[in-house]
């Protein structure tokens, strides 16, 4: 159901939509991937384990968007947390962190999937103890393709 939906705003440019509606339609309340062992044991150097990616509370109705991520490191159980404001680009979506904190790109996927990609510059977040920066030019941590999910199952 999630995917058809999708699919069906895909031909729609997200100029003509609200930023919330053109990426969260009301049955996939978040976008989140959980990278399994096998995978991990493909990817050494990446570091992310699970990844989910939300409209902000209290999200405005216009065409920007404001999205909370949040990720987990292999071996840590907090998880790290932080904002980006994304305006539509000619491909998806152009996404700022909030606080100077770098940049990504949203696109979604025929599939229904959502593919982040890290700018070149990187992006950070916010754990309880430290700080996490996610390079944008070297490692396994700079591409994450997500899976629509309903908001029940978000985690």
């Keep these: 159901m999630i995917r058809a939906l999708l699919l069906m705003i895909l031909p729609l440019p997200l100029y003509a939509q609200t930023g919330a509606t053109a990426m969260f339609p009301p049955e996939a309340s978040c976008f989140q ?15 992310i384990t699970d990844i989910t990616l939300t409209p902000a509370e209290g999200q405005e109705v216009s065409t920007l968007l404001v999205v909370d991520i949040s990720v987990k490191l292999r071996g840590k159980s907090e998880s790290y947390i932080g ?6 680009d000619a491909v998806g979506l152009s996404c700022g962190m909030e606080g100077d904190a770098g940049a990504f790109g949203l696109a979604l996927r025929e599939d229904g999937a959502l593919l982040l990609t890290v700018d070149s510059g990187g992006m950070s977040f916010e754990g309880a103890q430290d700080f996490l920066t996610l390079s ?7 591409a994450f393709l997500m899976y629509p999910v309903a908001a029940a199952d978000c985690f």
Aim: glycine fraction near 8%.
């Design 136 to 142: 944008g030019s070297s490692g396994d941590d700079r």
């Design 83 to 88: 904002s980006a404001y994304c305006e539509p």
């Design 33 to 47: 991937r959980h990278y399994d062992a096998a995978h991990l044991a493909k990817h050494s150097q990446q570091q």
